[in-house]
Nanobody, 123 residues
């Protein structure tokens, strides 16, 4: 599966952005998907993940209540709605996919990665 992330940009603190992850391949509905981020000098970590059916989601504590992950399997797309953005949300955001939902949040275990999209939140 190939992934293409988009939707990053510059936004003021308190603002919103929606990231999209478009996937190729008819088997995409079989994959769990996660959004990861990596700030300069920091390790990449998962901020949100969604099961293949969309029935189960998981969030990092730092984004709970502000970010929402969703998917539209008919469009082979996963979204990350980001509200109430903070300067500490500034990072390159990556979408990733894997058939194994149990390890979806572990960056070293994920099989497929899209290119990153930069999110910059100004104070």
């Amino acid at each position: 599966v190939q992934l293409q992330a988009s939707g990053g940009g510059l936004v003021q603190a308190g603002g919103s952005l929606r990231l999209s992850c478009a996937a190729s391949g008819r088997t995409f509905p079989s994959y769990a998907v996660g959004w990861f981020r990596q700030a300069p000098g920091k390790e990449r970590h998962c901020v949100a993940a969604i099961s293949s059916s969309g029935g189960s989601t998981e969030y990092a504590d730092s984004v709970k209540g502000r970010f929402t992950i969703s998917r539209d399997n008919a469009k082979n797309t996963v979204y990350l709605q980001m509200n109430s953005l903070k300067p500490e949300d500034t990072a390159v955001y990556y979408c990733a996919a894997d058939l194994f939902e149990a390890t979806m949040t572990l960056p070293n275990s994920v099989a497929y990665w899209g290119q990153g999209t930069l999110v910059t939140v100004s104070s």
